[in-house]
């Protein structure tokens, strides 16, 4: 099995973002891997380290600019074999670069340089844009079954076995048999962090450049950003007495029981 | 980040550290986040580092920074080796200190000195599994540490003996090797300092119990016996005599990795106090916008801000092959004052909240203390940049 691991360079999610005259201020802000691109990666190496997959690589992918290097390193020194940059310096998150965009460009990665893919693992969404959609569309786009906000991975005969997130609890579903893609919620795993050895290794490994203008992608934005803006700071609440008051708020102005 | 156009003209600044460094900082920060943060206050009030997180150390490759890749170890530079004392520590200083011994002192010695012979028998297992200790310190012998009282006697053409007693010792109670400072010809006075490397499985050696202290409570320090210890003349580290020379050097550059512990103190006081000062409220208003502790709060981050400048200046003299030692001094001069300090105020800062055991920020104000202490007192850090200083001006 061959797997395609998506790694978007977004915000830290640590940082308390800044709006500026053009959207989020991302000068001088600490970035990071995507928080869901990490749990890919992390579903990628184990599903390596399972001998039962049978998986001969892992491929980590990242669009954007020239620093995607960094966080392609993180893949790879989480146990990624090699990677590919595509390099573009169109911002991601959402401003310029969108979705459909971002699935084209895997697309064209799928079907023209690595074409026995098997698996495409991707975030559910990226924290920056919160989109969600590069997947589905990707899935679309290939014509390839798909199971989004996975819980759980496993192998299933040919295919896979997926837990899903859903509101009301998780639904599993079979994907019968590869090529597929995969989108990765919150609790399939909890990333590793790079270790020592592995961040050494991961210096002899390959990462090609691509630039994003000669896959033959419109990289347009279809959508445009009228506005960006922050929150209204929350009001301030106020203390109630017991119980019973806090009931017949909730029900007479809050509205939240009846 | 590094490879702008800048770079080709400019000295690139002290504080940019190099992909790998930022990567290993990552990883090690992570790591203690993870792992050694939910264990902290067990493993201070057991006092004892859980051979779990030990285990890890190793694994991880935080006990290998400089050991090379054909022993078993990362490989890597000495002001990775600092970043990664600094980040533990900003977590748990008593282990961070059992890195920096380890690293700083026991492994460069035996990569500096050691012959073949020892380097294929220890560097291997010290990179793998093998903790290790310093063993310089006498009950009598502190910071006139050439002193000591300890000797080694030829015993035979191809063995010595060794008695005496070390006390202070870091890492005792978890160490397989041992680096031991013995005066092989007491009449030559500091001329016959000689080093060894023993193991601690050795017959004659005894570890003793640990000493009760003020902080650093997870960190063992032990007396250690040598009672006619026998070791062959091939665990005699570097040439005989030069023991003194050796020792002067390894601590020479081991006191920036302490700075660096104690910068990592002082950071993971910021880590507590910062927020806590965003949250609390008083007088209707949060105490990070009361204007005097502003004043001090700034105040401090800038005298952090220096020492950790200082720490990685002397790093990358030391790595470019300049002198550093008066710079080393400084800094870790500095960055022991600094972090006291810090540590002290955070508590004050915090007012009750800060004198409780639930913040951990009186623990790193008594883990912080003893900086001024080991790897040279601050009075002979100023004594080694006073000496250098005369020099500097007796044309
Ligand atoms: C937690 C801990 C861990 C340690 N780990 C190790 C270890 O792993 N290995 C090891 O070998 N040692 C270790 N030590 C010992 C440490 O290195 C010594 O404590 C240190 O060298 C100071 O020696 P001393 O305690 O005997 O103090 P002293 O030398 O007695 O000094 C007492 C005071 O006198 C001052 N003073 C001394 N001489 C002068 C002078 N000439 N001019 C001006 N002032 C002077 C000092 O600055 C100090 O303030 C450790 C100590 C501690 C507390």
Redesign the interface.
Known sequence: MKILVGVKRVVDYAVKVRVGANGVELKNVKMSMNPFCEIATEAAVRLKENKAANVSEVVAVSVGPK?CQ?TL??AL?MGCDRAIHVKTDLRGDYMELQSDSVAKIFQKIVEEKEQNTDLVLLGKQSIDSDCGQVGPMLAGFLNYPQATFAANIDLDGDGLKVERETDSGTETIKIPSLPAVITCDLRLNEPR?????N??KA?KKKIDTIDANDLGVDLTAKNKVLEVYEPPPRKEGIVVEDVDELIAKLKNEAGLLQ | ?SSSAVDKFFPSPITLLT??E???K??VR??AI?DLKPRLQEMETNECIYPSVIQKLF????MS?EIN?KYGG???NFTSACIAIQEISRIDPSVALMVDVHNTLVVNMIRFWGSDYLKDKYLPKLAKDSVSSFCLSEANAGSDAFSMKTQAYRSSDNLFTINGTKSWITNAKEAEVLIVFCNVNPSEGYKGITAFVVDTDTEGVNIGVREKKLGLKASSTCQIVFDNVIVDASQMLGELGKGYEYCIKILNEGRIGIASQQIGIAKGCFDVVMPYLNEREQFGMKLADMPSLQQQYAQAATELYAAEVMMLNACRLKENGLPFVKEAAMSKLFASQVSEKICSQSIEWMGAVGYSTDYKVEKFFRDCKVGSIYEGSSNIQRQTIAKIMKSEYSH
Do not use: F, V
């Open positions: 620093q960094d390193r993180t020194a962090y790079a270790t020592l050895p961040i050494m210096k | 980040m992909e790998d930022r990567m290993i990552e990883s992570k790591w993870k694994e991880n490759g935080y920074m890749e990362i490989g890597t």
